[in-house]
């Protein structure tokens, strides 16, 4: 992901920062950082009023978020798989052993975002298991004394509504949203519906030394799909996280992480109504240690336990699958700064993973490293480093496609680029190349899981101009993403060799904003299933226009709309699945 800079619309300049990374030792500037970092900030939000992440982070470059569904949308990072990305709320951890380790898009109302920060490049040893290719840290809004209440409704059969309020340490949001209207599959006319409601509460407080964060997330989601044959799913999740920490003195912070997420999964087909229950407890222990200011450490360890339940809910009602496993991670991490402008990042961890059928330990390292040339106003970045993931408990145990002989994922990236600005950052722009090899990679080959060889290389660019009351934000990435299959070389399935996107932003009057925005993507091959057989198939290549308008009514009062894929588009994402044409949609929101 391109190191990118966050747009401050009172300046229309792009501008350093510091991003918010749990265990990333301590907050530090974007500059500083030697990894590749994308920061999708508040205004950006507010400019798009998305319905769920997804809109958020389909533009981001390298990023590929394929869809079958309105709740079926996976998210890559440089070409590595769903689960090689770590999803994370406020630095908490979200875990799904029920899943494939994804993450669900809807689970949190957009409204209560601060902003998003997408860190890719080989971060498992600060991050976990989980993090083999990248992090996707969503940041929640500080409270803020008041409420807010939104309406948005549109063609498809959509339609939401939130309301949240906040107080001096507390605030709590609850949405709901549905559409309909398409059929998820190409071959089925009927309109399949899809409607999901979340409620999210948090609790922060701080004083003398002393901070926590306490919150919770419920969702509930409902989608119909047509494949194999006409279904129904549900989806609800139950997250609760509490995170204290004190700062001792100048030199030492503790800070302790507990978290449990529980999954459930139900399906009704052909008159069969399978259960698929999923629970992740986990408790980490950090401690900052801070030297000077140019020598940080951050040390710790975690427990964890998932535990997946796969029940048949029809005669006899067996309980098919009853598994779990246990993590033990050690990890150290660090920040160096031997000159003022140039910074070094490293760290290494310890993980073993243990279950009915295995046990596997492994040790995993990083390190990053940024140069900044200031006369030049030039940084120059890098990073290297390797990554690990053990099979999750679906992945193992599910009836239907398990493989217990599935082997540990690894990885060893490297990433090289730099940042160039002038004009007081008017104009920004930067190259990253990354390079990525995934040994035993879990595919699914069409009959269970199994393990292959991926490889990944390619060049990302991206470019800020502020000019006036014009912003102009392009992005290119050019990927080649590779997977032996049957003894041959072949492009990975819905990668796109190449994606692009060109923004321009007007804010004529105070508090309006008009964005159009084109979005390119080459052609993928895929693959399609007649029966259990097979069949290759070649997503052709498109491109998308859209259309974004908002105005801020004094303090209290918003307005929204936005027209997508305005030229009517016929295009495909994942063969045999439908896409929305012409699509538009209108919003308002009231501040109190």
């Known amino acids: 992901v391109s190191f990118a800079y966050a747009a401050d619309n009172s300046s229309r300049s792009a501008e350093s920062g510091t991003i918010f990374v749990t265990r990333s030792v301590e907050p530090v500037?974007?500059?500083?950082?030697?990894?590749s970092v994308t920061v999708i900030t508040a205004e950006k939000i507010a400019e798009k009023n998305p319905g769920n992440i997804n809109e958020l982070l389909s533009t981001v470059p390298s990023l590929t978020v394929p869809s079958t569904g309105?709740?079926?949308?996976?998210?890559?990072?440089?070409?590595?798989?769903?689960?090689h990305t770590l999803f994370m709320v406020d630095g908490v951890i979200y875990s799904d052993p029920s899943g494939m380790g994804g993450f669900d898009l809807w689970m949190i109302d957009p409204s209560v975002i601060e902003r998003i920060e997408i860190i890719s490049g080989p971060v498992s040893?600060?991050?976990?298991?989980?993090?083999?290719?990248?992090?996707?840290?969503?940041?929640?809004?500080?409270?803020?004394?008041?409420?807010?209440?939104?309406?948005?409704?549109?063609?498809y059969d959509t339609f939401g509504l939130s309301a949240g309020y906040a107080m001096k340490y507390l605030q709590v949001n609850a949405s709901y949203h549905r559409e309909g209207g398409l059929s998820a599959t190409t071959d089925d006319n009927e309109e399949d519906r899809f409607w999901t409601g979340s409620f999210y509460a948090k609790h922060r407080f701080e004083k003398a030394g002393y901070s926590h964060s306490f919150s919770g997330m419920y969702s509930r989601s409902m989608y119909e799909y047509d494949y194999p044959t006409d279904s129904d799913a549900y989806q609800t999740t139950y997250q609760l996280a509490f995170s204290p920490s004190y700062k001792v003195n100048q030199y030492w912070t503790p800070a302790l992480e507990l978290a449990y997420t529980k999954s459930i999964r139900d399906t009704y087909q052909g008159g069969v109504h399978n259960e698929f229950d999923g629970d992740a407890l986990s408790v980490q222990l950090n401690n900052t240690i801070k030297l000077s200011n140019k020598i940080v450490f951050n040390a710790g360890g975690k427990w964890g336990k998932d535990t997946g339940n796969v029940w048949e809910n029809s005669p006899p009602y067996a309980l098919l699958s009853d598994k779990s496993m246990t993590v033990i991670e050690g990890f150290i991490n660090g920040t160096f700064k031997p000159l003022n402008n140039w910074n070094i990042f490293a760290g290494s961890r310890y993980s073993n993973v243990s279950g009915e059928t295995s046990d596997?330990?492994?040790?995993?390292?990083?390190?990053?490293?940024s140069y900044n040339i200031k006369p030049l106003n030039l940084v120059l970045k890098g990073s290297y480093g390797t990554g690990f993931k053990s099979p999750s408990l679906a992945m193992l145990y599910e009836p239907s496609y398990g493989n217990l002989s599935l082997k540990a994922e690894q990885s060893k990236i490297w990433e090289l680029g730099f940042v160039h600005s002038i004009k007081d950052n008017?104009?920004?722009?930067?190259?990253?190349?990354?390079?990525?090899?995934?040994?035993?990679?879990?595919t699914y080959n069409g009959v269970n899981f199994d393990n292959t060889d991926r490889d990944s290389n390619g060049v990302e660019v991206f470019m800020e101009l502020y000019v006036s009351v014009f912003a102009l934000n392009a992005s290119y990435t050019d990927a080649h993403i590779s997977e032996e299959k049957e003894g041959n070389t072949e492009q990975v399935y819905r990668r796109p060799s190449n994606q692009a996107s060109l923004a321009l932003t007007a804010y004529p009057l105070d508090g309006?904003?008009?964005?159009?925005e084109g979005v390119y993507t080459s052609e993928a091959d895929d693959i399609y299933y007649v029966g259990w057989t097979p069949h290759q198939a070649v997503n052709d290549a498109y491109f998308l226009l859209n259309f974004y308008a908002s105005y801020d009514i004094k303090d209290s009062f918003k307005v929204y709309g936005k027209v997508l894929n305005m030229t009517d588009k016929d295009y495909v994402v994942a063969y045999g699945y439908n896409t929305k044409g012409i699509n538009f949609l209108l919003g308002a929101n009231y501040k109190f």
Do not use: H, P, Q, R
């Open 426 to 442: 008017t104009f920004v722009w930067g190259v990253t190349y990354f390079d990525a090899v995934y040994d035993d990679k879990i």
């Open 360 to 369: 596997i330990s492994k040790f995993t390292y990083s390190m990053n490293t």
């Open 70 to 83: 309105a709740n079926d949308v996976s998210v890559g990072i440089s070409g590595a798989g769903t689960g």
């Open 29 to 35: 500037a974007i500059e500083e950082y030697g990894g």
């Open 512 to 516: 309006l904003s008009l964005k159009l």
């Open 125 to 155: 040893a600060m991050y976990g298991s989980g993090a083999m290719a990248g992090v996707v840290n969503i940041i929640t809004k500080k409270s803020s004394s008041g409420g807010t209440v939104g309406i948005y409704g549109g063609n």
